[in-house]
C-alpha cells in the first residue's frame, strides 16, 4: 500500500478497509458510562466501524547537526473531512457485527486536506514557514469503531451515546 507523492490513495477501489485498534473494548463499555454518569444504564450497544482515510507523510530535518526523519499520520473523515493527526498507529481486528457506514466524500480532496493539515501541524512544530519536501508514503482507508450506545437516565429518561473505541470520547446523539 505504498503510494508514491502525487499518485492517488491506494486500498480503497479495491475494497480493503483496515481498523484501527479498539483500545476501549465491549467489556470496558459499563465502566465508561458510568464514568460519564453513574444514573446511566445501559440498555443496547451498537458497534459502528465509521470510514477514515489514513495519510502517513514523511520529511527530512536538520537537528544538531544530523539529518533525521520524521513521519506524521493524519487521520481524515470520509464524510465530513474533517482531520486530525495521530501518533502511534496501531491496526486490530474489527468489530463484530459493526454497522459500516458508506463513504460520502470523494479520496483527492481528502488527501489534499490531510497534506494541508499535516503542513500546518509542521509547521508549527518547528516553529517555521517552509514546508518543504513533504512526501505522502502511503494513504489507504481504514475504519475506525465506535459504540453507539442506548441507555437510560432517571432524569432524562432514554438518550443516545456515541462512544469512541480509541479514546473513550463521547458524544451525546
Request: hydrophobic letters at 40%.
Amino acid at each position: 500500500m505504498i503510494a508514491p507523492s502525487g499518485s492517488p490513495a491506494q486500498g480503497i477501489a479495491d475494497g480493503q478497509e483496515a481498523w484501527l485498534k479498539a483500545r476501549l473494548p465491549l467489556d470496558g463499555l459499563e465502566r465508561r458510562v458510568a464514568g460519564i454518569d453513574p444514573n446511566l444504564t445501559v440498555d443496547a450497544v451498537e458497534p459502528i466501524g465509521f470510514p477514515y482515510l489514513l495519510c502517513l507523510y514523511r520529511w527530512n530535518t536538520r537537528r544538531w547537526g544530523m539529518d533525521r526523519q520524521e513521519l506524521m499520520s493524519c487521520l481524515v473523515d470520509r464524510c465530513q473531512g474533517v482531520s486530525t493527526t495521530l501518533e502511534g498507529v496501531e491496526f486490530g481486528t474489527p468489530l463484530d457485527a459493526a454497522t459500516l457506514p458508506p463513504p460520502e466524500l470523494d479520496t483527492s480532496p481528502l488527501e489534499r486536506k490531510a497534506r494541508q493539515h499535516v503542513m500546518q501541524v509542521r509547521r508549527h512544530r518547528l516553529k517555521r514557514r517552509s514546508a518543504s519536501g513533504l512526501e505522502l508514503v502511503r494513504c489507504q482507508a481504514v475504519r475506525k469503531p465506535l459504540w453507539r450506545i442506548t441507555a437510560r437516565h432517571a432524569r432524562h429518561d432514554e438518550l443516545d451515546l456515541l462512544i469512541d473505541a480509541l479514546n473513550g470520547g463521547y458524544y451525546l446523539l
